[in-house]
């Protein structure tokens, strides 16, 4: 059994692993930390893991992490950091939810959460976790970097093509919409139910954390720089990210066929018939990005523009579930394991 | 005061006319038809209007429509077509809120609509009723075809610009995401709260019916052609339509004093200030069309794409609401009247 | 006009008197309060605003309220019985929409409320504005207890019952379900969407504020003291209560007339027919509070339950609304001036 | 391996346990049958199967469910009553989870369902399967009949009330209000997502097909007739049921210790610490009821009334997962056996 820890277990992220490894067939739960909630009963915070998870939250200092296996960081971005190297330097593997080690370029890093990065090595270190692009690399890092939740759904969606070389990668577009989830579980006005249900709006037009981090694997993928728009918008939704992505052609190629090709194999990468329309339910609460290619009329009968619609569950594949994976490749499991619950429809 | 009827009154835009009319200081309902419904109190039918509408539904052939001085149709397409013709000829004028006399091109309409067209003369006639756009030939239309929501929401977006000529025309892409309303008062199982609710999809990615008619709009305003993508989503709310807009730019231009001229003294469009993010629930159960304009980077400092966000109501700007607007318009009364409702927030 | 101030106009009871006065044709807006937006327009932070309150928040101490011939409160618990005295000896008249003013019993007010009364002679003064109840005091009145949201429901639901002691006043039940914007606007974990939303619960089941409020009003119906188990439950949508109030019979009637012969004349209370199932969005947005009258079956063809559904919008007849129908009230007014929004459905 | 049929799998609690089964670590789906939908693959009409279920549907004629073990009739009511004895008498075991067995009294039942019953000597031999109440009846069970979802809730919360003989069995009153996924996959227009979100309203005051249910199994519980209000309620959700149910006490207990001792052991049923609200979430997509007693004040400090909190997911604990549960029973596997799925919060 691989001993694991969280930090920072009172969150989104934090009790979707819970979730997760709390049914994992090779995992056993032996820490989590909260420094607010030391003492507390995790059930007792979460009813909906009484009788699933019998740990209580332990204070950060306290807490037996340095004989983990592996630590999951559940946290804010900012705290990984500064406890990553101890950590590391004590055996422990540590797969990070938070951005703290996501953005290679460490000055951009900081221009974007606005703070000294307390572990620039750990960053070239770091593997970045879409385990669809980096999977061997993964297998054998100390310290993985997890995916955002739109970087994840955008990137999968745009990779074929951006290999390909097959679109205009001046000007690629991604209109992203997610649920509320995505924001954290922390008390928002604009999270509110009586604010955002029924309710439907973009944000951060102007910039978005995330922008940088997009830009970053597409510009790996392609071996040169990217222009991306990227418009991300508030759904009335808990869980879910669809990402409607557009592309300028350039190169005419089968496009189903180009998606299905790189994308076969993968237990976690679902290339939908050609015309289909993926919802976000049919990923809710699984460890899953569904994918479908268009290319609609533009006048008459001709479209240059390709459409790509790609859709995670933001808190799954798009956060806890890609960061079981990544535990997986990294621990020699089979990358499935404790990863096959079937979406929750209706 | 104006004499009202109203054909098919029990969908979605049917109730929204009824509460508008009935609060309308210039206006009497004389007739509301339902071949269903004929007997039973409107009121019975919609408890809402309890107190406020004493009418009750009329088989379409009893009705006295030929005496009203305004018939509206709130009637699935194909119907206005054939009872259109009678109606003008006895002198009543026709606000069609559904799709008959959108549609310039006759044999284009046949293609969408499926079936023959009743009446291709009036089709000639009809005055397309985007008031921001035909203002004056409303005022003496005898028949007037009432946008779509949609084609609202994404003409009313992108006009300024392609009117200044200051985008690629060729490659215009349109980004919507709508509220389950706009699909109308019937029984389909997508629409249901257990399939739409907490989801997210596009659909009709290979062709909505909304696509020529706002090709036709922008072809009008930029005097040739224009290619254009559009992605309509579904999202879990009852009223609201987000069309997020993009536009290669040609020509550099002061984007936002564009729009600010463009639309000054318009009492239904509000170009919001520089850097927002105008939310559907702004305009609920309000005749008002919200729009900000974006110019987000695509890489380093630099983006080409302007991103324009426009919010309705379907029900109001984008389809009963503005049916009023045009009422108003062809009887020369002031052209806020009945449509000063604040919207309702949260 | 009237001249109205508001106190503390940025929670939800606050937009929502903005939205009524705004439309009021009576009624000129003299100013509104924000410690904390001070200097704010009105319209930057309600957008649904813009275009109709041209005001701008004023700093509590510098707002004209001493001139206004109403003001209302729209603030938290507490600051109303310490403002309340200076105001009223300058002339101004109050509608308290807060709870300061509505339990006769200081010594209850301040076990509930934690906290010392600030002005328990004004107590003493205050009317329960309750229009249905007390409306001939109201009008004389010059400060007005606005009712709580849940006491407007259960107490419209259950005064003919009591009124008429039919029913056993020792057990008194209502079950009542609010929607989120009872609770404030106010950023509270439990009230986001990703925990509101797709969830149901009870709250508060040892102990309501609400609680001693219904007691108070039944009691002085029934000239004698009331017992009631009340449950609220938190519901996921925006507006809307709906009470579902049970009463064993201890006196035969035809309860159907009984609650007819009470509202009838009312212009705000509406008791629809037998057999019916009123739905909170048949009030949305509108003053209204629908009642339907039941008596079901316990065994057998036998009942001696009385059921009876009361519904209203929170911040319409369970707030804001009442608190404009106490002001019409108060300054000679038709009631109903303002107040003739129809329910928005869907 | 255990082969299981489903018979009409296209609904809810069809595609719930196609979503289960298709986990179950001893199942083996051998057939799933529509008439409407043969020779589709199940994974084309449910996205979220895919890559997990490969069986399509087959016409109910050609299915091999005489071959089955098990024969799950997720059918609408009606249809298991005509098939059973077939199936029965080829050694198939059935888990009807439709209404078709519930009822002993087969006049009662027709009255309730307006059809005359097909076969009625099968009601005398079928097993109510309310696993905590029939857990040994129905190991050795032919015929299943799955509770109602209401009667679940309902019954599991009151229980220990009802054997114990501590409230007053003549004036039972169960408040439930339930998600819409209860209602069934269907289209129906209150269930739309423009009519049902946003929204609250009770139905079916005047009769509910889960009333005599609900009475039957307390009367059997209690050892005589019993009195119940039951009042359904439409909540916006998509899942979930709380009942809040309401005796009048008529001997005085420990309560808490009573539920605690009545379900010690359970393995499905969670009695929360005193003084707990559960929410419908904390069952989302789990198997499990949670239920917590509540003794709150009427007048005074005094309260004669407890009130009981009972929530499920319907399609879960009140539907497919009991299905699996009692399969799980019938079998010899362990109860739990593919049913740990942890509920899914946010």
Known sequence: MIKAGIVGGTGYTGIELLRLLSQHPQVELAAITSRQEAGTAV??????????????????????????????????????????????????????????????????WERWYKVKHAAPELVAEAVYGLCEVNRDRIRGARLVANPGCYPTAVQLGLLPLVEAGAVDLDHLIADAK??????????ELKLMHAEASDNFAAYGVAGHRHWPEIRQGLAQAAGREVGLVFIPHLTPMIRGIHATLYGRITKELD?????????????????????????????????????????????????????????????????????????????GLPETAGLEQVSVVP
Not at 66 to 83: H, I, L, Q, S, Y
């Open 43 to 108: 059930s007792a915070m979460f009813p909906s893991l009484r009788g699933r998870v019998s740990l209580s939250f332990s204070h950060p200092d306290k807490a037996p992490l340095k004989n983990c296996d592996v630590v999951f960081f559940a946290t804010p971005n900012g705290v990984a950091m500064g406890e990553a190297r101890a950590l590391v330097d004590a055996g422990a593997r540590i797969v990070d939810i938070s951005a703290d080690f996501r953005l290679k370029d460490v000055a951009e």
């Open 178 to 187: 997610s649920g509320v989830s995505g924001a954290g579980r922390k008390a």
């Open 255 to 331: 496009f189903q066929a180009l998606y299905e090709k790189r994308y076969a194999g993968e237990p976690f990468v679902d290339v939908m018939p050609a015309g289909s329309h993926p919802d976000t339910r049919s990923t809710r609460a699984a460890n899953v990005c569904r994918i479908a290619v268009h290319r609609p009329r533009e006048r008459g009968e001709r479209g240059d523009t390709l459409v790509v619609l790609s859709v995670i569950d933001n808190l799954m594949k798009g956060a806890s579930g890609q960061a079981v994976q990544n535990m997986n490749l990294m621990f």
